[in-house]
């Protein structure tokens, strides 16, 4: 098993830049695909951006692409989401997800079997 915690999320105007992290404890970290996912009252959980277990292959949402950035650091056992332009529409509670098979879209969050508690990312306009 992996344990996942979250960090990073604040206030932020439209425009401004956050990084969250993701610390993991437990199992090798290395094999884990890792994913960043958000989440709004009332809305499901949204894939925002995954990357494999090297860190070579990365994914994201077309409403984030050119914005986001993930990465991963296996000696630190982080992930990190660099967020950058942000806007309003950002503002949701992210979580960072961990699987460690990629047999369903790795867009797909049900896929996923270890979660973070979540870190709220708010963009005022």
């Known amino acids: 098993q992996v344990q996942l915690v979250e960090s990073g999320g604040g206030l932020v105007q439209a425009g401004g830049s956050l990084r969250l992290s993701c610390a993991a404890s437990?199992?090798?970290?290395?094999?884990?695909?890792m994913g960043w996912f958000r989440q709004t009252p009332g809305k499901e959980r949204e894939f925002v951006a995954a990357?494999?277990?090297?860190?070579?292959?990365?994914y994201y949402a077309d409403s984030v692409k050119g914005r986001f950035t993930i990465s991963r650091d296996n000696d630190e056992d982080a992930v990190y989401l660099q967020m950058n332009s942000l806007k309003p529409e950002d503002t949701a509670v992210y979580y960072c997800?961990?699987?460690?098979?990629?047999?369903?879209?790795?867009?797909?969050?049900?896929?996923?079997?270890?979660w973070g508690q979540g870190t709220q990312v708010t963009v005022s306009s």
């Open positions: 437990g199992r090798t970290f290395s094999s884990y695909f």
């Open positions: 990357i494999g277990w090297s860190g070579t292959s990365t």
């Open positions: 997800a961990a699987r460690e098979e990629v047999l369903t879209s790795y867009r797909d969050y049900e896929g996923y079997n270890y």
